[in-house]
């Protein structure tokens, strides 16, 4: 009863500023939720392991599937603060590392193929971590995977 009070507490905190009601939830984890948003977007998602400052944005990790199969698993990293402009990020899973596009505040995947393998590594692994040089420092943020595999074929699935 508790892991689930606290794997509903952590989908609910990861709804953000939209409305509950504009979305549904399609799995809680310990540490992942999947949702169906509006416009045939589902989403699998986890917040960094680190909880951002108060009046900081939260890290957070997001693979997006939609319903007319131009995103099937596009990864997303948000970051409490931006990334120096012209750097890379780096993703690592286990023994893998992918380097990631980034912009502002977001690193994204390369592509279907690289999205495929990240999924795939996810699957095998317990953490990732993504680095990339923000403006003022370093940035590395770590996500637990537990609850990951089950929230990506819900998001998957979903859409």
Do not use: K
């Amino acid at each position: 009863m508790r892991r689930a009070a606290a794997a509903l507490g952590v989908a609910l905190g990861l709804l953000g500023a939209e409305s509950a009601a504009a979305q549904r939830l399609l799995h809680a984890g310990a540490f992942w939720a999947a949702f169906e948003r509006p416009g045939g977007l589902c989403e699998a998602v986890s917040r960094s392991e680190m909880i951002a400052a108060p009046g900081r944005p939260q890290a957070r990790a997001t693979l997006a599937f939609t319903r007319d199969g131009n995103r099937r698993g596009e990864m997303h990293f948000l970051f409490a603060r931006p990334v120096r402009p012209g750097a890379a990020a780096v993703l690592t899973i286990g023994d893998q590392s992918f380097l990631l596009v980034t912009r502002g505040t977001s690193a994204w995947s390369r592509g279907p193929a690289q999205e495929a393998a990240i999924i795939a590594a996810m699957r095998r692994s317990t953490e990732m971590r993504v680095r990339a040089q923000g403006q003022g420092g370093r940035i590395s943020d770590r996500y637990l995977l537990g609850g990951a595999p089950t929230a990506i074929d819900a998001a998957a699935l979903g859409c």
